[in-house]
């Protein structure tokens, strides 16, 4: 027996030999595809996570549904007020908005909630809110810190009409000789009342209309997109109350925007067009760069189909008096409030003054 082992020895190291190669090779190959395959699909998460964070509240196709809540967990903790610095600014003319300020009242309602008063209604409260004449924000349920109105009504999407309707009543009720004009908006709406105002100043509160950014679909003469926020005069507030009270208007739709334009449209109240002196939009459904940044948003996306005037993307999108924008967060409007009202290039003479004796803001004087 001796005699075999010795000469089965050079065979049995040979084998053991190539089954260890084998094996190292297979656990090498094995685990170089594991490695690759983990690195592609941590590079693919994380490229689909960033695309999600900053484009997620556009990403539901819906005009009418609500938006993703913003994924940053980092709320601000405070709030921040950029009114305190007014000495920087003493040697700047004001004279034409504080004229406009007491010739054009403008009472503006906020719609919020109480989920939503430390996270986005304070922050409205600490920037363009302090520009109206009057504001008030509406909500489900009475805050007398805050303080918030209570509406007859519950939270949710299915009750922006009711909210709608039952705080504009509040308004007619209380508030109706404290203002000319009486603007909705959302808690992440930003709105720049001295433009807002330029624009009113051509009209008359005594007429009924009221403005926004106009859509098209399923109203013959348009209505207002709601994110955006409109603003009703006097007689326009006046003819919506009133139209409930002799039911030509019901609540027939849980979409505030769309159900308030029917209304208007039944009580006679005029779609204005809000857009500048060179047809420019001024109220905006989202934040600046879904309509400055060129193919930001999708062809296929509802909003190309909706608006009632051809819209722009790109630089040529947005008035150089634009009134609004949608979906801002806490931390986006306070940047706007300092883009806004603090930011000047040195030297620069802005070079646009509208010609006051014109009665209409399609008629204006380039200087």
Known sequence: MLPLLEHTKPELYFYEMFFSRSVRTLVTFSSGAATGFLTCYL??????????????????????????????????????????????????????????????????????GPQNLETKAKHVKSTWAQDCNKVLFMSSEENKDFPTVRLETKEGRDQLYWKTIKAFQYVYDHHLDEADWFMKADDDTFVILDNLRWLLSKYSPDQPIYFGRRFKPYVKQGYMSGGAGYVLSKEALKSFVDGFKTQKCTHSSSVEDLALGRCMEIVNVEAGDSRDTIQKETFHPFVPESHLITNYLPKNFWYWNYNYYPAIEGPGCCSDFAISFHYVDAKTMYVLQYLTYHLRPYGYVYRYKPNKTQNSIGKAKLL
């Open 43 to 112: 590079l693919f998460n994380s490229l689909l996570v960033y695309n999600t964070k900053f484009t997620s509240h556009l990403l539901l196709n819906n005009p009418h549904g609500s938006h993703l809540k913003d994924p940053d967990i980092h709320q601000l903790m405070g709030q921040m007020d950029f009114h305190t610095d007014l000495l920087q600014h003493k040697g700047e003319d004001r004279s034409a908005s504080e004229s406009l300020y007491k010739k054009v009242r403008v009472l503006c309602w906020v719609m919020t």
